[in-house]
């Protein structure tokens, strides 16, 4: 058997298709992972507790996270920080709005 060279280009229409509730669907299974406690990567340390997350979701939220994921600083290499002079319920309520976008304010 030989095979033929063909010196022809054909053009192929191209659309892009946009799923523009693609950022909440990812968003809501990340908040399932956190839920259902899956694939946590890294964890904070507050007065004790131990608060597991995501570290993708750290960086994207917060440039004090991402600069420590970026500068590959001890506590990315561990896994963990320990968070210092900081209500663990302010923090818990950080983390809630990291993966949910929305946050219950109170007096």
Same mark, same amino acid.
């Given at each position: 058997?030989?095979?033929?060279?063909?010196?022809?280009?054909?053009?192929?229409?191209?659309?892009?298709?946009?799923?523009?509730?693609?950022?909440?669907?990812?968003?809501?299974?990340?908040?399932?992972?956190?839920?259902?406690?899956?694939?946590?990567?890294?964890?904070?340390?507050?007065?004790?507790? &131990?608060?597991? /997350?995501?570290?993708? !979701?750290?960086?994207?939220?917060? $440039? %004090?996270?991402?600069?420590?994921?970026d500068a590959k600083m001890?506590?990315?290499?561990?896994?963990?920080?320990? &968070?210092?002079? /900081?209500?663990?319920? !302010?923090?818990?309520?950080?983390? $809630? %709005?990291?993966?949910?976008?929305?946050?219950?304010?109170?007096?």
């Amino acid at each position: 058997m030989t095979a033929k060279i063909v010196n022809k280009v054909e053009r192929v229409s191209e659309k892009k298709c946009k799923n523009f509730d693609y950022g909440n669907t990812f968003l809501n299974g990340l908040t399932k992972t956190r839920i259902d406690q899956k694939l946590f990567d890294f964890s904070s340390d507050v007065d004790g507790e &131990l608060i597991h /997350v995501h570290e993708l !979701a750290l960086a994207f939220a917060s $440039d %004090y996270f991402a600069a420590m994921f970026d500068a590959k600083m001890k506590e990315r290499r561990e896994g963990t920080v320990k &968070l210092q002079d /900081v209500d663990v319920v !302010a923090v818990r309520a950080m983390f $809630d %709005y990291i993966y949910s976008g929305t946050i219950t304010l109170t007096e």
